[in-house]
């Protein structure tokens, strides 16, 4: 520890070596966790039968923009794409990387004499997921979320392979080396050097009067609605919701599962962000208590990387001022806080920044209450914490419930969420062996 900061003294010295120790210990439990990992899966490999693949294939940015311009020549789209500054030439070059990786896929494949299905996302049937041993998404996090959000079973494995290392990070997906390098990663899931990973992910429960249960397709929305895509005809969409709520008054209260189970996040809040969202909600079967927020999001330990970690995550200023804030009440003299070592600042950042993810096979949620308003009247203080089972009960105006960013629900006054995480909802995805 001493490359980050000089002499500590006092109860701060002892702090810091207990913080040392601890580090050590963690790093050695993480050490003995891989080589136990390693060592069993070199003893016993995995037999899975590989033989019918189904790839969703991604849309790419090029054929996105020609469906949303399908009547314009190329030139015209080009023109037209560079008047509102992006790069037709750079598109181009995503669109044919994408496809070249693709074509590379499909040869692996070929040449092992696996019988294998293409499919897009408008085409990806039940049908299609029912005839296949395994899925293979082709593209971005966003296929690999498509992908998997129509696998109900725990049992049949999703993989998702970049296309374009170059443009995406690609999170969910194999590692940039073992998607360039598909051929020989595939041979490694042949001979069964891999391990299985399941992905935790949340079951959802809708309660209510006159419930939609019919979800809006966000990825489709933009392509059918061009120009109100953002208003969504706001006022037409609440009278019609407003009359439907007061035939329906005396209706008796529905309940229903969504089909689509929440691989990274579930948001809950007002379609119109400047709108506060105003909800009650329950943790672990504890009591209701209200909030008045900008929402609230739920994730899984796959999505804490994602919003949930950028929402929550502290920038090394914001954590120099708190460490100068702390010095400022606390230091006598004996204990030297060093707010200006830039690396003990960094490593403060890190150590925070670090609790708020967790493991993606973890069977619990994490929520986080978005700008919490905080008053004599709502005066809950917490504003994220981890759960087993979450409820919200909707007090809002005109909300909505969103899984994965990709499906859309309406979750008005009365409506309840019902969230929870089994162990029989996981997604069944693979670690590969490096060597």
Known sequence: MNFLYKKPHGQFALLVKNNFLKTQISNL???FSILKFYSTSQKSKINFDFSKILVLNKITRYE???KRHAKLTEDELKTKLEKRGSNYDRLIEHHNNHYRSLERILNAFKERGIETRVTQRNNYSYADINWANCIFSAGGDGTFLMASAKIKSNEKPVIGVN???TSSEGHLLLPKEQSVNFSNTLDKLLNGNFNWLSRARIRIYL???SIENQPIELHDQVLNNLEHRYIEHIEENRQIKLNKTQRNANSPVERFRIPTLALNEVFIGESLSARVSYYLMSIDDGPFFRQKSSGIIICTGTGSTSWCYNINKMSVQSMKRIINLVKAN????????????DKFVQYITNQFNDSIVFEPDQFRMAYTIRDPI???VFTNETNRGFAKKLVVQSRCFDACL???????YQFNDGSKAIMEILPEDALKTVIIHKN
């Open 402 to 408: 969103v899984i994965d960013g990709g499906q859309s």
């Open 330 to 341: 606390v230091d006598n003299g004996n204990n030297r806080i060093p707010e200006n070592d």
């Open 64 to 66: 996105f923009e020609k």
């Open 374 to 376: 905080i008053n004599r």
């Open 163 to 165: 296309t374009d290392v």
């Open 207 to 209: 309660e209510g009067q």
């Open 29 to 31: 439990r993480v050490c």
